[in-house]
């Protein structure tokens, strides 16, 4: 199985992928998460990157082309995966399509996260994520126990620096642009479109029905967690 989110920064596809991923068993691959371990880890790659993420803007094709390719190649995926992020242009989905192909995976799902702006802007300005375990936390609504610092491991939460208010603006714009003509290249077939407003269990239950007909039991006493 092949699924591909999408959704504006803030729409909580990196929260639903993860956990989805963890309930079918497949990797969740998010293009974004693995550009920023590229600029921290001072790559080649990275030094290209840095300057694109700080303003919101996308990596080349061919670069995060050859990423994905190094990622989908992997013995974890042969079963199918979950990408976040990705594809993000016309010439990513031709080059994804490809990949499928060759490689005798099924169709893609296309899972379309919507939500409205001024919830997006509520949402990442208030985002903020562990450095240490990449847990995700909301300080509207998915606090951490303890004021900015992570329930798991005790690090100092911080904010991705291209959550700053003029980069957001850029990456929603650089989205709007580009979604449209990514829907429409996917077709109907295999799109969902979703509620994102519904808290994180709700829209959960609603994506595994969609992947996965046989009803959907939801694990039940435990908190839904955002990695
Ligand atoms: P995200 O975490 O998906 O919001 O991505 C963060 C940033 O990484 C984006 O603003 C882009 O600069 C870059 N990026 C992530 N995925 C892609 C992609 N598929 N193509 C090009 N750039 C990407």
């Not at 990449?134 to 959550?163: H, I, M, T, W």
Request: glycine share 8%; with cysteine.
């Amino acid at each position: 199985m092949v699924v591909l989110f999408f959704g504006p920064p803030g729409c909580g596809k990196g929260t639903q992928s993860r956990y989805v991923a963890r309930r079918l068993k497949i990797p969740a691959i998010s293009t974004g998460e693995m550009l920023r371990a590229e600029c921290e880890a001072d790559s080649a790659l990275g030094r290209i990157a840095r300057t694109l993420l700080a303003n919101g803007e996308l990596v080349g094709d061919g670069l995060v082309n050859a990423m994905v390719r190094n990622r989908l190649s992997k013995s974890d995926c042969r079963s199918g995966f979950i990408l976040d992020g990705y594809p993000r242009t016309i010439p990513q989905a031709q080059w994804l399509d490809r990949f499928i192909q060759e490689h005798g995976h099924t169709h893609p799902f296309v899972v379309h996260l919507q939500v409205s702006s001024e919830v997006l802007v509520s949402r990442v300005s208030g985002r903020r994520h562990c450095p240490k375990c990449s847990r995700v936390y909301n300080l509207v609504s998915q606090r951490p126990r303890f004021e900015g610092k992570c329930d798991v491991d005790g690090a100092s939460l911080v904010r991705r620096a291209d959550d700053a208010a003029e980069v957001v603006i850029a990456r929603m714009r650089a989205y709007n642009e580009l979604c449209e003509p990514l829907i429409e290249y996917y077709g109907r077939a295999n799109y969902h479109g979703i509620d994102g407003h519904r808290p994180p269990e709700e829209v959960s239950r609603e994506i595994l029905e969609i992947l996965s007909p046989a009803p959907v039991r939801m694990r039940s006493g435990r908190r839904f967690a955002a990695r």
